[in-house]
């Protein structure tokens, strides 16, 4: 978020919140330490990488065996399986708000206030 943008709530979990920001359009979602800044265009991205971190029949543990590496970055962001599904739940929710918003706005010609 640039410091003179606003964030707008988009969805919610008992866990977690995904918001916009209302001068760049990215949405920002906190998990734990991390912060996740991603464009609506790659959401569905995401959720597929996520998807792809978990095999089937992975027990749910504390472990924290998942792993997020940024390309070419010496660093990582490790999570267990309740953050990681907590992570893919925001994503998901989010990106069907996004679509919900556009489509109406689409559909009626006028900007909604879905969020």
Do not use: W
Request: hydrophobic letters at 35%.
């Amino acid at each position: 978020m640039h410091p003179h943008g606003q964030l707008t709530t988009v969805y919610t979990t008992e866990e977690g919140r995904v918001c916009k920001c209302t001068c760049c359009d990215l949405f920002q979602v906190p998990l734990g330490n991390a912060l996740f800044s991603i464009h609506p265009n790659g959401m569905k991205d995401m959720v597929a990488f996520i998807d792809s971190m978990v095999a089937p029949g992975d027990e749910v543990t504390t472990d924290r065996k998942y792993m997020l590496r940024p390309d070419n970055r010496p660093y990582a962001f490790v999570f267990n399986y309740s953050e990681l599904h907590e992570l893919r739940q925001l994503l998901e929710g989010a990106q069907a708000m996004h679509t919900l918003k556009t489509m109406v706005e689409s559909a009626t010609g006028l900007p909604n206030t879905i969020y």
